[in-house]
């Protein structure tokens, strides 16, 4: 059964420039978040799509912004990069089953793209 | 104040000993609480999960919960080497169950043999 996979796991931008993370969630999820993890802080959730719509956003900026393919798979994507996005990406997937502690809602995380801005 | 605080640690412990993790809240409103284990260059990966207050005990793990102090803890007995990561603690409130978890910064565990 495959995990959360995300490509590329590393990758060197200037800043300035754009850049495209992808993620496959795990086999059955149909709902993919992202979160970003600078070095020694906790993950900050960006977005999380579903049904191929943005569903929540977290605090980020509008140079931040995402898509959910047909097949539940989802890209982020980062315009204008500042040297401050440099960080740890993370999609995680889960099941959109409803609410409730019946619910664990327990997000898969994949290994994550590690991208530096210089 | 941050929403989600925890003591970044290092903690370091000799094998087999008893460790305590802790991280205290501000927001009132969250109900679901977990707890994720953090490898070097891994994604996090869940080891608990509590809803509301109370006690869950998983094998050498035990999370609890005091809503009334905002206050949540992870126990782990007889640690092992293997334990050595970072542990975040994440929460959520009924609104964005399943969407936008809170998590701490993270305490970073090392179990010394």
């Known amino acids: 059964d495959a995990g959360v996979t995300q490509s590329p796991t590393h990758l060197i931008k200037t800043r300035g420039q754009q850049v495209t993370l992808r993620c496959s969630p795990k086999?059955?999820?149909?709902?993919v978040s992202w979160y970003q993890q600078a070095l020694g802080q906790g993950p900050q959730f960006i977005f999380q799509?579903?049904?191929?719509?943005?569903?929540q956003r977290g605090n980020f900026p509008d140079r931040f912004s995402g898509h959910q393919f047909p097949n539940y798979s989802s890209e982020l994507n980062v315009n204008a990069l500042l040297l401050g996005d440099s960080a740890l990406y993370l999609c995680?997937?889960?099941?959109?089953?409803?609410?409730?502690?019946?619910?664990?809602?327990?997000?898969?995380f994949g290994e994550g793209s590690r991208l530096t801005v210089l | 104040q941050k929403e989600v605080e925890q003591d970044p640690g290092p903690l370091s412990v000799p094998e087999g000993a008893i460790v305590s993790l802790n991280c205290t809240y501000s927001?009132?409103?969250?109900?679901?609480f977990m707890w994720y284990r953090q490898y070097s260059r891994k994604g996090p990966e869940l080891l608990m999960y509590?809803?509301?207050?109370g006690n869950k005990e998983d094998g050498r793990f035990t999370a609890q919960v005091d809503k009334s102090s905002k206050y949540i803890s992870l126990f782990i007995r007889d640690s092992q080497p293997s334990d050595s990561a970072t542990y975040l603690c994440a929460m959520s409130a009924p609104e964005n169950y399943g969407q936008n978890f809170v998590f701490g910064p993270g305490t970073r565990l090392s179990v010394l043999p």
């Open positions: 799509y579903y049904e191929e719509e943005e569903r």
């Open positions: 995680a997937s889960s099941l959109a089953t409803g609410t409730g502690p019946a619910n664990t809602g327990e997000l898969f």
């Open positions: 086999s059955g999820h149909d709902t």
């Open positions: 927001n009132s409103a969250f109900q679901y």
């Open positions: 509590t809803y509301s207050s």
